[in-house]
């Protein structure tokens, strides 16, 4: 393997100031695992129903199984899944939704879809999860939902929000993207907030290319999140309006979306889930190695994880202690870049988009979620990585903090 060195000493020079790199091929942050059966699944169903048929029932019940939910309502996307759970929820014109700027821009942007206005939380500056002290300070008459994302896969602080919630009339919308596999004291997310909303985005811990699902105890959400799953048309006669006047009568009572999956998402994803106990526990052996080699550098901070949440991790992010450092988050990430190790970063603060911006929203407000931003980098955390791999990252990450250590 020319040009590659294997288990660099520590005081190696970086590649980005022309050493050798520590890989020869690139890793990238995340990545799907596909297997036979799963390929095997996708075939078997095209000579099926390729929507609306049997395989999505047969997901959603596994989706309830696995999770202990009472109903799962299966989409075409995460964003989907939380635009028909704000919907359900009730949220509206001129109501505000608490949420976290530390996530995709789909947490708030569904309060957006709705005419509501987001209003950011600060983070906890261990757990970088929503901080539940900020989402009572926040709370007014108008607040109608909370959207609780789940970072990294580490369960928010489910009962301290699911109690303020109820106390105050708001409904509590789990954004679950990163959160499959894991559990909060014991039960399954998925089983416990009003809403849990899921993605299965290639990038996630199980995917079908695109898709989604929202999961809730309560029948009435039930109802009508499969309403605004389609079109807002009901079959169902205790729903309707008018006589039917013939067997095929159907009546549209709401003003909902087309954000159904298709049988053959539903079927790769039936398969996919067998796998994830095995992704879980790869996902937390990985994650177990990084803490215990970056716990020794104090250059690096490591996310703090609650005794309550027995966490599947979607993303592991690296925290630098800037003061520590002779570069800053920007030449961190290059330099892993040049020793082929591709890093990403989750995630910029959503108010500091031009769009935001453009609806009055001023940086300053989540002063803990602005820091984390310019301190962190994830790390590549997938299935598929082999030890060397992770070895790999280690090293990279090493040699780079006793490169630039200050
Ligand atoms: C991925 C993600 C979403 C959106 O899911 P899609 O399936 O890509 O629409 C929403 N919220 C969070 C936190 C995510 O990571």
Redesign the pocket.
Known sequence: MAGVKKGVTMMEKPAICGGMPVRETPINYGHQYIDDADIQAVVDVMRQDLTCGPKIKELEEKLCRITGAKYAVVCS??????HIAALAAGVGEGDEVITTPI??A??ANCALYCGARPVFADINEETYNIDPAQVKALTTEKTKAVVA???TGQSVELDELLDHCHKHGLVLIE?G??VIGTRYKGKCNGSIADMT?F???P??TVTCG???AVLTNSEEYYQKLLLYRTHGITKDREWMEHEPDGPWYYEQIALGMNYRLTDIQAALLISQLDKLPMFSARRKEIVKTYNEAFSKLPQITIQKEIPESDTTR?LYILRLNLDKLRIGRKEFFEALKAENVFCNV??IPTYYFPYYEKLGYKRGICPKAEKLYEEIISLPLYYAMSDQDVQDVICAVTKIVEYYKA
């Not at 996307?77 to 939380?82: S, V, Y």
């Open positions: 996307n995460g964003t989907a899944a939380l996530t995709f789909a947490s994302v789940d970072y954004d993207a990163h909303t993605s299965f985005h990038v996630k695109e898709g989604g979607h989750h995630y």
